[in-house]
Structures are given as C-alpha cells and as structure tokens.
C-alpha cells in the first residue's frame, strides 16, 4: 500500500498566485481530511468529506480557500488567491468507517504533507 | 469545542530513560485518545489508540492510559532510544461526529541523546 500521496511536496509562490494542493488517499478508505499546520496554530482541521461528500468545512479559513473531491481516489484544496499568512504545512489524511466495530475504532493515516511558502 | 494540551512542549533525555508525556483535554465525551508521532519534514504516523472504553493501550515499549473523567492521558516510553527523538502529538476525538472529529494538541518535542 502507497500510503496517502500528496502533490507537491513543496511550492513557493507569490502573493495573489492560485495554489492547487493534490491528494490521492488510500484505497477503499471513504473519509479525507484536510489540515494545516503552522508554528502559532498547530494543527488545525480544514475540512473533511465522507464518501466524496463534505460534511464539515467550518475549519476553512476563508472564501479563498476551497476544496473538492471529484471522486474517491482524489482531492484537491485550492487557494485563490494565496497571501503570505497561508504559508504552512498542508496535510491530507484518509480513513476508514467500519460499521461492525462501531465509531472511534479507526485512526487517520497521513500523507507527507505539503510545505507551502507565499512570498 | 475541546480544547488539548500536552505538557512539556520540550523534553532532551539521555538515552536509556523512561519517560512520561502528558495531555490533557477539557471535554471527557471523547470516542477515543490517539497519540501520533510526527518526524521532521514528514506526516504523521499512529501509535496508539485508546477507546472511550478502556484505560490503557500498550505497543512494544509505548503505554498509553486514558483517565476520561480527569480529562487526561500519558504516553509512557521505556528505555528510550534516540531513534524516539520525534514530535509526540496526542488527539482527542469528538464524540459528536461520527467518525470522530479529531482535536490535537500542540505536541511534545523529544530530543533522546546517546
């Protein structure tokens, strides 16, 4: 198994440039997460879709940011236009729910992450 | 909304330590307790899982306990190795979701020195 695949692994970018951050979680899990990690905040969640579907986005910071998930084996988070407060380490993570054991059995699985700088 | 916290932010041992790292979180109606351990430049990778349900997870010389109704959890390591040196993050779910939202503190920094 491949793990969760992230891409880029890093981008550096101007102030104002559309950012494109790419994932591919692992085969058969139907949950994807999407985190942000900076010095001040820690980590913090951004979204999280259950079967292609976002269920909570609260954590987005703001109308530049968005996110999609056109099918189960690939997300992306966008940001338009990108400004030097987003620079962070951007995390995608998929799991997995099973009905038989019941909730709060399964953990998260991480990709790499994607270490972003807006100049 | 719960708040985590892990306490020491730093911690440098010598190797051959046994060491406790601490969390803690402010809403007890949790699912489960994970601690992840995150090397520099990398993601994250799971260690423990502790239910709502149980008081104690253990893996090779990792221990994790979970007292729910105080609000906090350890992670134990014996006989620390530097191959330990790493960010130890511990998460608190919400039972409110059902997956499980997941809360993280900020994380323990460990230096384990030969």
């Known amino acids: 198994d491949a793990g969760v695949i992230q891409s880029p692994r890093h981008e550096v970018t101007e102030m104002g440039q559309e950012v494109t951050l790419r994932c591919k979680p692992i085969?058969?899990?139907?949950?994807l997460f999407w985190y942000r990690q900076t010095m001040m905040r820690g980590l913090e969640l951004l979204i999280y879709?259950?079967?292609?579907?976002?269920?909570?986005d609260s954590g987005m910071p703001e109308d530049r940011f968005s996110a999609k998930m056109p099918n189960a084996s690939f997300s992306t988070l966008k940001i338009q236009p990108s400004e030097p407060r987003d620079s962070a380490v951007y995390f995608c993570a998929s799991s997995y729910y099973l009905v038989t054991t019941g909730p709060g059995q399964e953990t998260q699985y991480f990709g790499p992450g994607t270490r972003l700088l807006v100049l | 909304k719960q708040e985590v916290t892990q306490i020491p932010a730093a911690l440098s041992v010598p190797e051959g330590e046994n060491l406790v790292l601490n969390c803690s979180f402010t809403d007890s109606a949790i699912y489960n307790l994970q601690w992840f351990r995150q090397d520099p430049g990398k993601g994250l990778t799971s260690l423990l899982l502790i239910q709502s349900s149980q008081r104690e997870q253990t893996s090779g010389r990792l221990n994790a306990s979970l007292d729910k109704s105080s609000g906090r959890s350890t992670l134990y390591i014996a006989a620390s190795q530097p191959g330990d040196s790493a960010t130890y993050l511990c998460a608190a779910s919400d039972r409110g979701s059902t997956l499980g939202r997941l809360y993280f503190g900020r994380g323990t920094q460990l230096t384990v020195w030969p």
């Open positions: 085969s058969g899990h139907d949950y």
């Open positions: 879709f259950n079967n292609n579907v976002p269920i909570d």
